[in-house]
């Protein structure tokens, strides 16, 4: 092989390399950023409770991932993004976790205070944890990711 094919071996290494954590390094950051800006930025867990991510990750790093990729590969933009953010918001509160609905949720009466028997939950609790996740669970942590990698903001 002649120099000048190494030096070409070489740059197609580096290149494909580069490839490959280009676009694995997004998607890295977003799946552990999501529950560090959920749960660790917002004062939910102390951090000491770091290792906590192994089991938070996949919860809201996963559903970071999964919304982000949709709307991308669908073509959609940040309304997309908002609306499936907020489906997961419901998805983690109402059914993963109970607390929309759980009167007794963690012995925290979070439904006393303004209950509404039509919607079977209490109308602050919702508005707070529906929009807690919508942003900071969510779309924060995309928007960070987005403006650290500009280069693929709009690529899957």
Not at 17 to 34: D, K, T, V, W, Y
Not at 54 to 81: C, D, K, Q, S
Not at 140 to 154: N, S
């Given at each position: 092989?002649?120099?000048?094919?190494?030096?070409?071996?070489?740059?197609?290494?580096?290149?494909?390399?580069?490839?490959?954590?280009?676009?694995?390094?997004?998607?890295?950051?977003?799946?552990?950023?999501?529950?560090l800006v959920a749960e660790f930025l917002l004062g939910n867990l102390a951090i000491t409770?770091?290792?906590?991510?192994?089991?938070?990750?996949?919860?809201?790093?996963?559903?970071?991932l999964l919304i982000r990729e949709v709307v991308r590969r669908t073509g959609r933009g940040?309304?997309?993004?908002?609306?499936?953010?907020?489906?997961?918001?419901?998805?983690?509160?109402?059914?993963?976790?109970?607390?929309?609905?759980?009167?007794?949720?963690?012995?925290?009466?979070?439904?006393?205070?303004g209950f509404l028997p039509p919607l079977g939950s209490a109308l602050p609790w919702t508005?707070?944890?529906?929009?807690?996740?919508?942003?900071?669970?969510?779309?924060?942590?995309?928007?960070?990711?987005?403006?650290?990698?500009?280069?693929?903001?709009?690529?899957?």
């Amino acid at each position: 092989m002649s120099a000048a094919e190494s030096t070409n071996a070489a740059d197609r290494t580096r290149h494909s390399i580069g490839s490959f954590f280009s676009r694995i390094a997004p998607a890295a950051i977003l799946f552990f950023l999501a529950p560090l800006v959920a749960e660790f930025l917002l004062g939910n867990l102390a951090i000491t409770m770091l290792p906590a991510l192994i089991v938070l990750a996949p919860m809201y790093g996963g559903g970071a991932l999964l919304i982000r990729e949709v709307v991308r590969r669908t073509g959609r933009g940040w309304p997309g993004m908002i609306v499936l953010a907020l489906a997961y918001a419901v998805l983690e509160e109402g059914i993963i976790t109970q607390s929309l609905f759980n009167p007794g949720y963690l012995g925290e009466n979070l439904l006393d205070y303004g209950f509404l028997p039509p919607l079977g939950s209490a109308l602050p609790w919702t508005l707070f944890v529906l929009t807690l996740h919508t942003v900071w669970s969510i779309s924060v942590p995309i928007a960070l990711v987005e403006v650290l990698f500009p280069e693929r903001r709009t690529t899957p």
